[in-house]
RNA sequence: CGGAGUGUAGCUCAGUCCGGUAGAGCACCGCCUUCGGGAGGCGGGGGUCGGAGGUUCGAAUCCUCUCACUCCGACCA
């Protein structure tokens, strides 16, 4: 490819409305363009980048089993009245409807457009286990999209959804879907986890994500330094090291005024004592029961602990998504503000963390304005009901599994697998007979991929000042070749066409910055490292005249001198390692 | 959806407070010079100042409404 004949789109300025790093440099590189919020055109550049993520995508799919199909990107409501979402998904789910005023909606996912096929399609358990693939642009009606192709609206997404007999089938599956995607991210040339992750609303008991590790990634991911223990932060477990035992004498319990000492921060500094002799007490809104009237529970956790909202919401009868109760309504039911609340003598339901479940003569609030609890001790002085992870894990904490200590790191989801179970077969009827005749509900898995996120996602983790560093693997070319003075001198254009002719028949794609004599050598360079193209040849007068080409690899600090006549033995050798 | 901010040339932005001929740099077109790190000179094209309404002799500028975009939060199979 010529760049005269070619759209180099790059920008020397930044565009204003792009804040992370990889937005910014796919919009100056010339990959994409928006056309509105979370909508975007891919430019020639870009769409080389994710047709070459695609087709690692596709090949390793290929390579597991999985059979490849192209579901409709508009789907009827009917389908997704039967599975329960049409009611239970929101505004995200973009609905409209067709000109005989029959309601459709733009695919977020397949689910049930898979489970209705599969249903008319497999009748024996002799036709599973079976797994079925696509890779196709998803809408998501986003409330923000932000950060470019990052979280976009519409998306390239591969999707796969496995169908099975038992439980047993759809693991081994999963198994493989796992190495599947391990596979996909080495090919692709990222510092990738693999983690441990929660269900969500999708159900199921097993899934894992895969992220890829940036600094500018919205997950936490929390992970050991062996790298036998890694789960995303929402459901990670973590050992405090410095756990009260419970094996200290009890002292004899006082109130203390603390005036308007409220924070952990505060109370600290006033009674000199570190956070991890505190108690910190949190109201939230509950479900109303018999046993709940005031419909509030209280969570306690160790005062240097944080709480984690998507593991409180797994305790029975608190509400979701998980909210704080007000000033007002913990004054009414508990007779104090907020601050000086503690797990003593209140009428709701206590639920304690194991960081605070053992301690002894710790500080509480003595739900008495200005007054707080000091040597307080569990059952005489406070009680819980129940025991429970309600934590935050914090870097340092000992792996669950015994093997050293978590390190937490910044993630980007590329990746999701799920073991569904029954929950789709079940509301859409999904069974087959087995081997006695018996009719039995299919058990399924899904396992997504974000292919255009994989784009952002690379950058992200592969950029210097001058601009993108793509992995060899997802380049958009593989070789630039920069002619110096060509319109000056022949010699130039000649070795310049040559190699360009000789590197394409072997297969290798390359870009060769034939712009006229108006683009200066300096503008030349900028562009190509900025798009990224981690080989470069440079062809000069200077360099002919000893015979010699000039070698920079995107990553290296220093160019080299290669020999004319050995320069496709020298590529060849860097590309293909 | 709550909070904040921004809309002026393809891009980055000035001009808005204090109303009076629509600007700069880069990019683009032509000619000349230059040619290993975003060159220089001369000449040129390009804008209903996001949109609608209002105030005024006169509105990019003041007022009202509206749309779009960005950021923070909430939310997110």
């Known amino acids: 490819m010529r760049t005269s004949q070619y759209l180099i789109a790059t920008l020397r300025e930044t565009p204003a409305d792009a804040e992370v ?14 056309l509105a919020s979370g909508m975007y055109t891919w430019l020639p550049a870009g769409l ?19 059979m490849e199909i192209s579901m409709p990107v508009v789907q009827s409501a009917e389908l997704w009245q039967e599975s329960g979402r049409w009611d239970k998904m929101g505004p995200e789910l973009l609905r409209f409807v067709d000109r005989h005023d029959r309601p ?21 358990y002799k036709q599973l286990p079976a797994n079925f693939y696509q890779i196709q642009m998803k809408f998501r009606d986003e409330r923000r999209p932000r950060f470019g192709v990052m979280r976009a609206r519409e998306f390239l997404m591969k999707d796969a959804y496995s169908f099975h007999i038992n439980q047993a089938s759809l693991e ?39 992220h890829v590790l940036a600094d500018s990634g919205e997950d936490d991911i929390v992970f050991n330094s062996t790298g036998s223990y890694a789960a995303n932060i929402e459901l990670a477990d973590g050992v405090i090291k410095d756990l009260d035992d419970g094996s200290a004498a009890m002292l004899e319990s006082r109130e ?3 005036g308007n000492a409220h924070s952990i921060e505060e109370l ?8 991890t002799r505190l108690i910190k007490t949190l109201i939230v809104k509950a479900e109303v029961t018999d046993t709940n009237p005031h419909g509030l529970m209280a969570l306690v956790l160790r005062g240097d602990q944080a709480l984690n909202d998507i593991k409180a919401e797994k305790i029975a009868g608190i509400v979701c998504p998980i909210s704080f109760a007000s000033d007002a309504e913990i004054e009414t039911v508990l007779g104090c503000k907020p601050g000086c609340l503690g797990p003593n003598k209140l009428d709701i339901p206590v639920v304690v963390d194991r960081s605070a479940e053992n301690m002894r003569n710790f ?4 739900n008495k304005a200005e007054t707080h609890l000091m040597d307080a001790n569990w059952g005489r002085d406070c009680h819980f009901d129940q025991v429970a992870d309600i934590r935050k894990v914090k870097e340092g904490d000992l792996s669950p599994d015994g093997q050293g200590e978590l390190l937490i790191k910044r993630g980007i989801e590329v990746g999701h697998i799920f073991q569904l179970g029954t929950k789709y077969s079940e509301a859409m009827k999904a069974a087959v007979l087995d081997e006695n005749g018996r009719s039995v509900l299919m058990t399924m898995g899904c396992y997504g991929i974000g292919v255009s996120r994989i784009v952002a996602a690379a950058i992200e983790q592969n950029h210097d000042t ?17 002619p110096l003075n060509a319109h000056k001198s022949p010699r130039v254009t000649e070795v310049s066409e040559h190699l360009m002719a000789e590197l394409e028949k072997a297969g290798i794609e390359v870009l060769l910055d034939d712009r006229d004599k108006k683009t200066s050598p300096g503008v030349k360079f900028a562009d190509m490292e900025l798009m990224g193209i981690p080989h470069r040849i440079v062809v000069s007068d200077r360099g002919l005249e000893n015979n010699e080409l000039e070698y920079k690899f995107r990553r290296a600090e220093q160019a080299e001198n290669v020999p004319v006549d050995s320069i496709m033995a020298f590529l060849s050798a860097r590309i293909a390692s």
Request: net charge neutral.
């Open 104 to 124: 459709f909606c733009l695919g977020p996912t397949h689910e049930e457009v898979i489970t209705d096929l599969i249903r008319n399609e497999f009748n024996s």
């Open 172 to 210: 081994q599956t999963y198994q493989l879907m796992y190495q599947t995607y391990s596979n996909i991210f080495t090919r692709l040339g990222l510092n990738f986890r693999a983690v441990l992750a929660d269900t969500g609303n999708i159900g199921g008991s097993t899934s894992h994500e895969f």
């Open 48 to 66: 080389r980048v994710l047709h070459k993520v695609t087709a690692i995508v596709r090949e390793e799919m290929n390579r597991s089993g999985a």
């Open 268 to 275: 600290c500094a006033l009674l000199d004592l570190p956070a």
């Open 466 to 482: 001058n601009g993108i560093i793509w992995p060899e693997a997802i380049a958009p070319f593989q070789v630039a070749i920069v």
């Open 21 to 34: 790093i990889s937005h910014q440099l796919m919009l100056r590189a010339g990959l994409i363009r928006k």
């Open 256 to 258: 203390i005024n603390t």
């Open 363 to 366: 500080v509480c609030g003595a």
